[in-house]
């Protein structure tokens, strides 16, 4: 509000009342509430949802309360660990260990590790691997997050 930059607040409000036309503060209004309602959304949105992952001879699966995922070994391509390894001492360490799941036609599935008890199983289940002609990797950084 250049008009009123050295004013006292009551008549920088004032020149708000007074000056701004209606249609820029009903388009403030509009803006504030539909940031809100985005941000309501995104958090509802990247909520964690508990699941398990079974390892099987002929195929991963992924089930959560309300959705599975089956992952045959003939449509995985690459299989990535996303992390900086364990962190002891801290108190949410599974949220530095992901797992992600490339398929052929390049879905990208990510799982979050919520308990690293099970890590040195989880790595011997995931040997297999290899031997089915699945590149596997390790990466600090999401190597399949869209570029912005």
């Known amino acids: 509000m250049s008009p009123s930059d050295n004013s006292s607040v009551e008549l920088k409000t004032l020149w708000f009342i007074e000056g701004v036309p209606l249609w820029i503060k009903q388009l403030t209004l509009i803006s504030i509430i539909t940031l809100g309602l985005a941000l309501i959304i995104d958090l509802i949105n990247k909520r964690s949802k508990k699941g ?10 992924i089930s959560t ?13 690459e299989v990535a660990f996303i ?28 799982i979050k590790l919520s308990n690293y008890l099970l890590v040195d ?18 990466d600090n950084l999401d190597p399949y997050w869209p570029e912005s």
């Open 52 to 61: 398990i992952l079974i390892i099987s001879n002929e195929q991963i699966e």
């Open 65 to 77: 309360r309300k959705k599975s995922i089956q992952l045959k070994y003939d449509d995985i391509k």
């Open 83 to 110: 992390g900086k390894g364990i962190i002891y001492g801290t108190e949410h360490q599974s949220e530095k260990l992901k797992i992600l799941f490339k398929s052929k036609n390049d879905e990208v599935t990510r």
């Open 121 to 138: 199983q989880l790595m011997d289940s995931l040997d297999m691997l290899t031997t089915k002609d699945i590149k596997v990797f390790s």
